[in-house]
């Protein structure tokens, strides 16, 4: 089955979203939030920490498709 272009650039686009970011940041414990994995509701605070992490995140993730193949890379 091929992989056009536009969803290639479009499962990129998804790899920077700040959602999927925050998941990652809070599922391998970026933020060190102990309340996240104890089940505790988080404060404000808690939150936009979370947050700051996933921008950070997002500003060093280097993310693009590979011209003329179907794969994506990336680094840090």
């Not at 650039?9 to 999927?20: A, G, Q, R, T």
């Not at 060190?32 to 920490?49: E, K, M, N």
């Amino acid at each position: 089955m091929e992989v056009t272009e536009e969803e290639l650039n479009s499962e990129v686009e998804l790899l920077k979203d700040d959602d999927v970011l925050r998941h990652v940041v809070e599922a391998t414990d970026l933020a060190s939030h102990d309340w996240f994995a104890l089940g505790f509701a988080p404060t404000r605070s808690q939150r936009l920490a979370c947050n700051v992490r996933a921008k950070r995140l997002g500003n060093r993730l280097n993310v693009e498709s590979i011209k003329k193949t179907n794969l994506i890379g990336g680094e840090l």
